[in-house]
């Protein structure tokens, strides 16, 4: 007697499904990516990947520190600039370049001013600036190095490449305002655990109130309260990791950083183009990443945020049961692999 052979199809949606449905399966699998999760570094990459890094000085003289991974000319398909989180840093983020790399997508990231490798706005005071429109600037400085130094030091003509912007967390905020500031034209966004709103706890509440009068008298202080650590990914070694790298800063921001940001957001929330199919936004393919447990940033902000966008192609990705660092979860592996495949159907 022949037993008949079949063979189960799930697409990724559906497998990401079943995952979340049943704890048993979600453990087993956390237990797989957690033993064998290592984060990774440049000498990591594949020989196959041509990864560069410098310095800009941005229009107010300070440096700021980039890096670039480039698959083979032959095979690349679109540009992405990627923006990392307050306090953090792009050398992070290396299994995600690698991934899109070797997907296709060539891969541009730089430190903002008072992270990573990048020169302080106020010398010594890091995940600060003194403005916010900085952070604007200095992205949309770093697009137009991209496009006239940096793309053609590989032989690229930057004019026949889509130009993607992925944004982590802080990321996303500086990218929609660089995207609704029209500099530059993108093909689509990527925002990933969008900082556009913050848990409103009772200390945040009581700080906003004097928001513009302590930004003023104590520009400096670290008075707004930091993440607390637990609340970044249920990764207990990754916490460790971060704590023990020199170029994060993981503990209170400033009250000027602060001002700046909460201002930021106000402006977003407040900004009708958001809600016009015609405006830079609107005319983008945008995809949005959030944990279901993502303690940093609301959730239900972010759910009525992206209801905003009046563009027809946009979509909400929730992973149940992750949290704010979805690049950096224990099941990140899902996390680019929803990533990829949505890119796939944009450019």
């Known amino acids: 007697m022949r037993i008949p052979k079949y063979t189960l199809v799930l697409s990724l949606d559906q497998l990401d499904n079943l995952i979340g449905r049943y704890s048993a399966v979600t453990t087993f699998w956390n237990w797989i990516e957690m033993t064998f ?30 890096r670039t991974v480039f698959p083979e000319e032959s095979s690349i398909r679109a540009i992405a600039v990627f923006v990392h989180g307050v306090g953090d840093h792009s050398g992070r983020y290396f299994r995600l370049f690698e991934r899109l790399s070797t997907c296709g997508y060539g891969v541009a990231a730089y430190d903002m001013i008072g992270h990573g490798k990048s020169a302080d706005d ?75 709103c913050v848990e409103w706890t009772t200390v945040l509440r009581v700080q906003a109130v004097f928001a513009s009068a302590l930004s003023i008298l104590i520009p400096r202080k670290r008075i707004v309260p930091a993440v607390r650590h637990e609340c970044l990914t249920r990764d207990k070694s990754l916490i460790e990791d971060m704590n023990k790298d020199p170029l994060m800063m993981m503990g209170k921001l400033t009250s000027r950083m602060g001002e700046q940001s909460l201002s930021a957001m ?82």
């Open 37 to 66: 999760y290592k984060r990774l570094t440049a000498q990591d990459l594949p020989e196959s990947l041509e990864y560069k890094e410098g310095t800009l000085n941005n229009s107010r003289n300070q440096s700021l520190f980039y």
């Open 122 to 196: 106020e010398s010594g005071i890091r995940a600060h600036a003194r403005d916010f429109q900085y952070f604007v600037d200095d992205t949309n400085f770093f697009i137009q190095a991209l496009k006239t130094d940096i793309l053609p030091s590989y032989g690229f003509n930057e004019s026949n490449l889509p130009l993607i912007y992925i944004g982590m967390s802080y990321g996303t905020l500086v990218g929609l305002h660089t995207i609704l500031s029209g500099v530059h034209t993108f093909h689509a966004a990527v925002l990933v655990a969008p900082a556009v």
């Open 266 to 347: 106000r402006r977003l929330k407040k900004d009708k183009s958001i809600e016009d199919a015609q405006s830079t936004l609107g005319k983008l393919p945008v995809l949005s990443m959030i944990g279901s447990d993502d303690l940093v940033v609301s959730v239900s902000s972010i759910q009525d945020f992206h209801n905003r966008f009046r563009g027809k192609n946009k979509e909400l990705k929730v992973f149940e049961g992750m949290y704010h660092c979805l690049f950096e979860e224990v099941e990140a592996e899902r996390v680019y692999a929803y990533l990829v495949e949505w890119l796939g159907k944009q450019i």
